[in-house]
């Protein structure tokens, strides 16, 4: 029974997870579980150093430093892990597995994320490359700072992930808000929802949080319920951008909740549009949503016009991009 086909196994992803896609759906088509697929495309995704968001080589917080975070569930029976802030250590989604698999926890933070990592066989691994360190570097002369600046370090974290207000005609400005002000730039996650062939639906999230942040800051990726959920009865959600919005909306448990009460799968985005809206969020901040449910069906959404997602099914070569939904 075990191996019985019961789903064309399907993935979605934020639109940096190509890489990952391709690998995760070669090991669905070898018979993985969604569980294995979204770790490990998370993986090929976190070790890449030019993905400046996500794992090895992301742009580190005010002080220099790389902070990760990642959580990873499980939609067959409700068990999730979590790190955040956890440096000197790669792979936060694998530490993220490790804490839903052997701890009694769902999140561990800093300190003791790194020491059950070392509990757990991980060596330690910089995650800072001189190009992120360069790109860290140049922000502070773009906005005429500098790494010691003698400004408090709210301050200063506050002026480099800011938006800038163009002032001119700015096309990427976002509408409804004041003209000149672009989506910020200092954002960028990974997201994966897997549906294997036995119909298990899995999720996982990623991410080196937002570039230039206060130390100790921790974002929506590895709040479960609020950057990521799944529940293989009504389907799996993640989201990526301003990660505050979603921790105060719980917006991917609050979708799956919309599913639950029978919204079709758009209906269902589009509420959980309408709750980030209520928040009334401040310039350039915004927030995008991925969701994929038991029987395939798969939807992003975004409340910034123009943004994409990635899909993927066993029965297609490449993974292809697909209009979220703005409204
Ligand atoms: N949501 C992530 C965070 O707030 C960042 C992102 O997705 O861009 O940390």
């Not at 890449?48 to 990642?70: C, K, M, R």
């Not at 067959?76 to 000197?88: C, D, E, H, I, N």
């Not at 330690?124 to 906005?143: G, H, P």
């Not at 969020?281 to 449910?293: F, R, S």
Request: hydrophobic residues 40%.
């Amino acid at each position: 029974m075990t191996n019985r086909q019961t789903a064309i196994p399907t993935i979605v992803a934020s639109e940096n997870g190509r890489r990952g896609a391709r690998a995760a759906m070669e090991l669905l088509i070898n018979g993985g579980s969604a569980l294995d697929a979204a770790e490990l495309a998370c993986r090929v995704v976190e070790d890449d150093p030019a993905e400046h968001t996500v794992g090895y080589g992301g742009i580190p917080n005010a002080l220099g430093e790389v902070e990760l975070d990642a959580s990873i569930m499980d939609g067959r029976t409700l068990q999730a892990g979590a790190v955040a802030a956890v440096r000197g250590y790669g792979n936060p989604i694998t530490l993220a597995r490790r804490v839903m698999e052997r701890s009694p926890h769902v999140l561990l933070v800093g300190r003791g994320a790194e020491r059950f990592a070392a509990e757990m066989g991980q060596s330690r691994a910089d995650q800072q490359t001189e190009e992120a360190m360069q790109r860290w570097l140049t922000r502070f002369d773009e906005r005429g700072l500098s790494p010691d600046a003698p400004i408090p370090l709210r301050e200063l974290a506050a002026r480099l992930t800011g938006p800038i207000n163009l002032h001119d005609r700015n096309e990427d400005a976002i509408p409804g808000q004041p003209m000149g002000v672009k989506p910020l730039d200092m954002l960028g996650t990974v997201n994966f929802l897997v549906l294997d062939s036995r119909g298990a639906l899995a999720s996982a999230v990623s991410t080196s949080g937002i570039g230039w942040k206060y130390p100790g800051r921790v974002g929506d990726s590895p709040l479960i319920g609020a950057g990521n959920y799944c529940d293989n009865h009504y389907g799996a959600v993640a989201c990526t951008g301003m990660g505050e919005l979603a921790i105060r909306a719980a917006t991917a448990r609050s979708l799956i909740l919309y599913l639950r009460q029978g919204l079709s799968l758009h209906d269902a985005g589009r509420k959980a549009l309408a709750d980030l809206a209520r928040l009334d969020p401040g310039p350039g901040q915004y927030m995008n949503i991925v969701a994929l449910t038991p029987r395939g069906e798969h939807a992003g959404f975004t409340t910034v016009p123009g943004k994409r997602y990635l899909y993927m099914t066993a029965e297609m070569e490449e993974p292809a991009l697909a209009e979220r939904v703005a409204e």
